[in-house]
C-alpha cells in the first residue's frame, strides 16, 4: 500500500459550463469550466498526484449547502468530476450569471445524499478532503480553485527498543488502537459536513487493527515511525484511548494521557521506547515524547500502517 499521509491540497475542478435559463433550459453554446486540481508537495501523502478517473463529488451551490445552484438539487448535488488525465471535469454543469460556490470532497461517493453528512471511516485508512472554492463561478468566470483540507486526523508511533532489551529481536507484528473505558470516546467511522469540516463520529464499538506495511517491523534503538488516519478527537476528560502493540509475540499497551486531543489536520506524534518492562513515552532521556504538528511540515519518512480487514 503507498504511504497513508498528505499535505494539504489547492485544488481547483473542471466541467462543462453553457449559458441557461433560470429553468435550467441549455441557451448557448457549450464551453469549458475548468477546474485545474493540483496535490502539495508532500511526503506522506496516500496520493501525491491525481490520475486518470481519479473522482471528486462536487456540490454547486448559491452560498450554502442548503441552497443548491438554480434551486436544483438533481443537477448540482452531488456531482461526479472524472479526471481525464489533465484536469477534473463533468457533463451538463450549467451556469448563468449567479455566482455559484462550489464545495468539493475527495473521494467520490454516489451513496452521498447530504454535503453535510459525507461518511468517513478509517478502516480502510483512506485519506478524506473537503474544500470550498475560493472565489465564486458563474458564465462568466469559469477557473475555480478549492482549497482542499484533511477531514481526519493522524497518529504517528516513532517506536524504538532500549539498549538493554533482552525478550527477543523487536519485531512489531500489529498495533491495535482502541476505547480505554467506556466513554467510547475513540471512533472509526462518522459523517463529513463538507461546509465546515466538522466530522461526527457515529461508531459504537471503535477498534482499529493494522499492521506495518510489509506485515512486520523490526525495532533497533532508532526511532521508526509507524502513522494510521484516524477520526478526529475532542480533547479526552479521561484516558480513553489505548493502543496494544504486539512486539516479539508479548503485548505491550500505551494508554493515551488525559486531554489527548486529535484535530483534523494534524500529526500526533508519540515517542515511545520499548523495554523488558513495557512501552515508556520520550525514554532514556528525551522529551516529553508527545508533539503535534501539521501534516506535511516534516520530512520524516513513516512505515504505513495498512488495515486488517
Not at 491540497?9 to 457549450?30: E, H, K, P, Q, R
Not at 467506556?182 to 459536513?193: E, H, P, Q, R
Request: hydrophobic letters at 35%; proline letters at 3%.
Amino acid at each position: 500500500m503507498n504511504k497513508l499521509f498528505l499535505g494539504c491540497v489547492a485544488l481547483a475542478t473542471m466541467g462543462l459550463i453553457t449559458s441557461c435559463s433560470d429553468n435550467n433550459t441549455d441557451t448557448g453554446a457549450s464551453s469549458d469550466l475548468i477546474l485545474n486540481a493540483s496535490i502539495g508537495v508532500n511526503t506522506r501523502a496516500e496520493k501525491s498526484t491525481w490520475a486518470k478517473n481519479d473522482a471528486l463529488g462536487v456540490y454547486v451551490t448559491e452560498g450554502t449547502l442548503d441552497k443548491p445552484y438554480l434551486s436544483n438539487t438533481t443537477r448540482y448535488n452531488n456531482i461526479n468530476f472524472l479526471h481525464n488525465g489533465k484536469y477534473f471535469t463533468a457533463s451538463d454543469i450549467y451556469l448563468d450569471e449567479t455566482a455559484a460556490t462550489i464545495y468539493g470532497y475527495y473521494p467520490y461517493n454516489s451513496a452521498v445524499t447530504s454535503g453535510t453528512s459525507v461518511p468517513v471511516e478509517s478502516s480502510t485508512q483512506t485519506d478524506y478532503l473537503y474544500g470550498v472554492s475560493t472565489t465564486p463561478a458563474s458564465i462568466s468566470q469559469k477557473n475555480v480553485d478549492i482549497t482542499m483540507k484533511h477531514a481526519l486526523s493522524m497518529v504517528v508511533f516513532k517506536l524504538r527498543k532500549s539498549a538493554t532489551y533482552t525478550e527477543g529481536a523487536g519485531l512489531v507484528t500489529k498495533i491495535v488502537i482502541e476505547n480505554h473505558d467506556a466513554t467510547n470516546t475513540f471512533k472509526i467511522a462518522g459523517t463529513l459536513n463538507i461546509q465546515t469540516g466538522t466530522v461526527t463520529g457515529t461508531s459504537t464499538n471503535g477498534s482499529l487493527t493494522l499492521v506495518p506495511t510489509d506485515g512486520s517491523l523490526v525495532l533497533t534503538e532508532t526511532f521508526q515511525s509507524m502513522a494510521a488516519i484516524c477520526l478526529p478527537v475532542a480533547a479526552t476528560s479521561t484516558k480513553a484511548i489505548r493502543a496494544t502493540f504486539t512486539i516479539d509475540g508479548r503485548t505491550f499497551r500505551f494508554v493515551f494521557p488525559e486531554a489527548t486531543k486529535w484535530e483534523a489536520g494534524y500529526r500526533n506524534n508519540y515517542s515511545l521506547t520499548m523495554s523488558n518492562t513495557g512501552l515508556e513515552i520520550g525514554g532514556e532521556g528525551t522529551d516529553s515524547g508527545i508533539t503535534i504538528d501539521p501534516w506535511g511540515d516534516t520530512t520524516d519518512s513513516d512505515i504505513s500502517l495498512v488495515p486488517v480487514l
